[in-house]
């Protein structure tokens, strides 16, 4: 399989392009001019490396990135430093959403092809009516308020759920939502929800960055996976 990956020197992008490596697929990776893949990944054969910051790239330019490709995926978000939450862009996630899925519906595939959003446990399904208590949704108004990255997640999941839709001919798509995410040396027993089954806020769980490229990269390569999570935001657990 041909796949697409853009956040893919972030710290769980790197470990799903290495997931992905590990499984004989071949991998395409945008990343900014400054930036450098890890050394065990960027001698790959099967690795393709497009040197360009994602929103730079015109729409035709990504028409040509994407046409072949038989998933497309977003690890991007914004750097934990005062210029990553509130500087430019502010829309990173959900750009980059809108100008690959565009660059999907204008290409000229012949079957749909899998867009896989990294979005976070913090950002609920609307499509389910997802509760929060009162006091869940006065904290998640303060940081989206706060903290423009909350807001760009939950518009980039939106973006699927409205705009492209379950029954788009040419996308078929998943929003992960890991909750707090932790560094691990091995993927370990990890379970999957169709919503969150704990707070966010008040009771998170931990998700480890292997664990979520495991399942990103069981989405993309086992069809029985794919056919269970398509057109939902599983969110994902460590056991």
């Known amino acids: 399989m041909k796949i697409l990956v853009v956040g893919a020197t972030g710290a769980t992008g790197q470990l799903l392009v290495k997931q992905l490596l590990g499984r004989k697929n071949e991998v395409v990776v945008i990343v900014r001019p400054q930036s450098k893949l890890p050394q065990f990944d960027n001698k790959s054969d099967n690795l393709s490396v497009v040197s360009a910051s994602v929103l730079d790239i015109s729409s035709a330019e990504m028409i040509e990135h994407v046409n072949g490709c038989d998933a497309v995926v977003s690890c991007l978000g914004h750097n934990l430093s005062l210029k990553g939450v509130y500087g430019r862009p502010c829309r990173l996630v959900t750009d980059a959403t809108r100008l690959l899925c565009s660059a999907i519906e204008a290409g000229k595939s012949?079957?749909?092809?899998k867009?896989?959003?990294?979005?976070t446990a913090g950002n609920s399904n609307r499509d389910l009516n997802e509760s929060?208590?009162?006091s869940e949704k006065c904290v998640l108004g303060l940081i989206r308020f706060l903290l423009p990255p909350q807001a760009d997640n939950e518009k980039a999941a939106d973006y699927l759920l409205t705009s492209i839709g379950k029954n788009n001919k040419?996308?078929?798509?998943?929003?992960?939502?890991?909750?707090?995410l932790v560094d691990e040396v091995s993927v370990t027993d990890y379970e999957v929800y169709q919503s969150p089954i704990r707070s966010a806020i008040f009771n998170p769980?931990?998700?480890?960055?292997?664990?979520?490229?495991?399942?990103?990269?069981?989405?993309?390569?086992?069809?029985?996976?794919?056919?269970?999570?398509?057109?939902?935001?599983?969110?994902?657990?460590?056991?």
């Open 132 to 134: 929060l208590s009162f």
């Open 110 to 113: 012949k079957k749909p092809t």
């Open 205 to 239: 769980g931990r998700t480890s960055r292997i664990n979520v490229g495991h399942f990103i990269a069981d989405l993309i390569t086992d069809d029985n996976k794919w056919k269970k999570w398509k057109g939902q935001m599983p969110v994902i657990y460590g056991r």
């Open 115 to 119: 867009f896989i959003l990294m979005n």
């Open 170 to 180: 040419m996308i078929e798509w998943a929003a992960v939502r890991p909750d707090t």
